[in-house]
């Protein structure tokens, strides 16, 4: 099925495509503390919920990229509805192709829970510093390995163990580059349940109400793997966070 259209359909109720509690994502939103006016850059946006509520919040302007057209498509009606006389614009790209127009750097750069997008964890940081202003924050979702992945776990869901690292390794990459990490929000297993578990419900209720859709068996057969995979290994396993760096 559509990778795109999978994405959707699992993550219909969430609000954040990560798993920050509202209670972090309100502390994150706090915490940047940006002027009005400020530039934002969001590579591979999700559902915009980052940059509307930056804009709710601040009135700061700026962009979303995703490659998705579904959340390409939620982001426009989000901002529409809820901030529409702002200076927010969404395309959808791949994120590794967006360059700021006239080499525009942004105040604040971030990419959350895609790192693939520029390979891996170091070059989301290095692309994301690119982009950024000097003193700006570069603004990174990243899972981290809470104990050695099992073999059998790596090959079940088809993952290298390079996948990932540890939570110190996530910020002295970082720092290796010259970036000062100034915080991090952990996830715990409550937010990783609501985040993973959420996905099970959205996908039961499609399948309710979509009885016809040839999808169906694919998308019945991918959720039963990810649900093992979660129970398994990956709750024990693997966490997330946000590190918030800043640009010297
Ligand atoms: C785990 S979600 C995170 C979304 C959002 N940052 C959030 O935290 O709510 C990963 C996002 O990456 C997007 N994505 C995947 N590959 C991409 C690419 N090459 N370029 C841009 N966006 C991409 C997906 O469409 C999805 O919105």
Redesign the pocket.
Known sequence: MDR?KY?DITHKYHI???PLSNEKFERFCDLLSLSKGSRVL??????G?VLVRLVEKYRISGVG????PF?IRDCKEKHRQRASKTDLTFIEL???KYQPASGELFDVVMC???S??FEDHIGTLRALRKMARPGGLVIV?EPFWLKEPDTEYLEAASMTHDFSRSHEENVCQGEEIGLNCLYTLVSNKDDWDHYETLQWWAVDNYIQSHRDDPDNQELLEKTKMEKELYLRWGRDIINWAVYIFRNP
Do not use: P, Q, R
């Open positions: 795109w994405y954040l495509c990560n969001d590579i591979a946006c999700g559902k919920e990229v995703d490659i998705s959340y791949d994120g590794a959350l829970g895609a693939w997008v979702g």
